[in-house]
């Protein structure tokens, strides 16, 4: 069974958090969402409160995929936390797969992860991030083990392509088909 992180920090979007983790369990993947502050419940940027199931302290590798969700808060937490740079490095050191949507790339900035490879986001943090790499503006990007997309309208696609990456392209089409989502 494939394993994946989803960190979770105050400010988050929740869309992309909720739309991520969900779609991962459908396909089968053993999610862990880590609380990067702990294991106490953490307010979104909408001020929807989700509760992580442990703290990023707690949680136990390796995983398969560490997935960041964006929000402009919960991505500035994401990127000034030590223990998250030094998960991300580890994580692209390994040759395992790391995943950033909205503003969240921008924790790969702060990690020196993903250095030159092809990647996007939110329009809001374009710059800093086209400064890593060679940016592109389409929804979903991957590069290698790298893969990154633009925010809440794209998590769908984002958590889909995470799927085909870590189960194939087949439990890919069987998790969208009864969301009705394109696949």
Same mark, same amino acid.
């Given at each position: ?12 979007? $929740? ?27 953490? $307010? ?140």
């Amino acid at each position: 069974m494939k394993r994946a992180l989803v960190l979770l920090a105050k400010g988050a979007e $929740e869309m992309e958090t909720v739309i991520v983790v969900d779609v991962l369990r459908r396909a089968g993947v053993d999610v862990t969402l880590a609380g990067i502050a702990g294991a106490e419940p953490v $307010e979104c940027s909408r001020k929807v409160k989700l509760a992580p199931d442990c703290a990023l302290a707690d949680a136990r590798g390796p995983f398969d995929l560490v997935a960041l969700p964006g929000g402009g808060p919960g991505s500035q937490a994401l990127a000034a936390s030590a223990e998250v740079r030094k998960l991300l490095a580890e994580q692209e050191r390994a040759g395992r797969f790391l995943a950033a949507i909205c503003a969240a790339p921008i924790a790969l900035v702060a990690a020196g992860v993903g250095k030159g490879k092809r990647l996007t986001s939110h329009p809001a943090v374009r710059d800093e991030v086209a400064a890593h790499g060679a940016y592109l503006e389409e929804r979903v990007v991957q590069d290698g083990m790298l893969v990154t997309s633009r925010g809440p309208g794209t998590a769908f696609e984002f958590a889909l392509k995470l799927v085909e990456l870590l189960c194939g392209p087949e439990t890919a089409r069987e998790v969208a088909g009864p969301m009705i989502l394109p696949k």
